[in-house]
């Protein structure tokens, strides 16, 4: 098998506001743009070409995988022309680029432990049509669900109000070209979409061979705000992490301790401390302030007599609130400051201010958890984000 395509389009409107700017996929998770994981994941299950299915006039994407010649591949991305019509209309459209081969089909926002080549290689020993990655999941109904009998899938549902099993069809899949048979005869949803549970049910009530194979560790679909920190928190936490300092510059009274991964030109100063695993990109400053484990900060971030824990901090952003934020997203370029009154800390396109608000840890602590944007044009809330 040597190709892949991979989905990288669609709007994320549960993870706005964020994603009115940015692509879903462009979120850092563990110091990387969500669909570097899935590339690196492909390419060491041995495929090296990649196809990119993108929004239209998306021009970020492209600039940041470029050939894909860092990975030792070769990366294409297509437009999805239309608009985004289901995932039977992307298999539509890159059947030009994919050809009369087997190929994998990712979605680029599942996050996955582990090697994907282990489905590749079942693939092509049992000579299947399409082999499907379950998952047993709590909420199955926000997923593909498959109907099992005798160990065989014999329908798939898309979101069933009443699940017939336990798993998620994970957007992990491996097909034969015939796939695209059933892609052209499927017909829209009732959500006006080519679904791709549809494909899977079209493949099995006619013969083709379908099997699967149940993911045994975690498996993360970011679709919400809560699945990116906890899909931050999960590969954070894998063995591969390992600490890197580089020529960050740490201050004699300041502390690390655990997995820390620091950017070039970072300084660490006063009476830091930085409890991993954590990454902090580059150029950034860190002053006085609490780093906690499962934080991932970005590139020229400025972070200032406060405490920071579970949270994902975009290139940027400058943080001062003088308090304890966890379980937090903060933009681009975002300012986070403890005043909820008039004054703003404004920075760019927005600012990030914390409510007067604070939860139980259970240990005597307290914390702020809940966090809202404010544009520059508007001085009413686009909306709480998101804990």
């Known amino acids: 098998m040597r190709k892949a395509l991979i989905t990288a389009g669609g709007r994320a409107t549960r993870l706005r506001p964020i994603t009115h700017t940015m692509n879903k996929h462009l979120i850092p998770l563990a110091g990387k743009p969500m669909i570097v994981h899935v590339i690196e994941k492909i390419v060491e299950a041995g495929i090296t070409e990649i196809i ?3 929004n239209p006039g998306d021009r970020e994407l492209p600039k940041l995988l470029g050939d894909g010649g860092r990975w030792g591949a070769s990366v294409r991305c297509v437009e999805q022309t239309g608009g985004p019509l289901g995932l039977g209309h992307i298999l539509r459209v890159a059947e030009p680029y994919i050809g009369a081969e087997p190929f994998l089909f990712y979605l ?3 996050i996955i432990l582990g090697s994907i080549r282990r489905f590749v290689e079942r693939f092509r020993a049992e000579r299947l049509d399409c082999l499907l990655a379950l998952a047993r999941v709590p909420d199955p109904q926000r997923f593909g669900v498959p109907e ?3 160990g065989r899938i014999v329908r798939v549902e898309e979101k069933p109000s009443a699940p017939k099993s336990p798993y998620a069809v994970t957007g992990i899949y491996l097909y034969q070209p015939v796939v695209f048979d059933a892609a052209r005869a499927i017909t829209p949803s009732a959500r006006g979409e080519l679904e791709i549970s549809d494909v899977h ?3 099995i009530e006619r013969g083709h061979a379908v099997g699967y194979e149940e993911i045994t560790g975690w498996w993360k679909d970011t ?6 920190l906890e899909g931050n928190q999960l590969l954070l936490g894998e063995p591969s992490f390992q600490s890197s300092i580089g020529d960050a510059s740490i201050a004699e009274g300041a502390v690390l301790q655990g997995r820390v991964r620091l ?3 970072t300084r660490i100063e006063g009476r830091s401390l930085i409890r991993g695993p954590v990454v902090i990109g580059a150029r950034c400053v860190i002053r006085d302030s609490y780093i906690g484990p499962y934080t991932t900060i970005g590139d020229e971030v400025t972070v200032i007599d406060t405490e920071v824990e579970h949270a994902i901090v975009f290139d940027g952003a400058q943080i001062t609130a003088g308090r304890r934020v966890v379980d937090s ?10 005043s909820w009154g008039d004054q703003g800390c404004w920075v760019d396109t927005c600012a990030v201010r914390l409510p007067m608000r604070r939860c139980s840890h259970g240990d ?8 809202a944007l404010r544009s520059r044009r508007s001085s009413r809330p686009h909306g709480r984000m998101w804990w």
């Not at 997203?329 to 403890?338: K, N």
């Not at 005597?364 to 966090?371: D, E, H, K, L, N």
């Open 201 to 203: 049910t079209w493949l």
């Open 52 to 54: 990119v299915n993108v």
């Open 364 to 371: 005597g602590r307290s914390a702020m958890s809940r966090i």
């Open 223 to 228: 679709g919400k705000p809560q699945d990116l």
């Open 329 to 338: 997203i903060i933009g681009t370029q975002a300012c986070a400051c403890s």
């Open 148 to 150: 099992l009998r005798d």
């Open 263 to 265: 950017g070039a030109g």
């Open 108 to 110: 680029g926002d599942n």
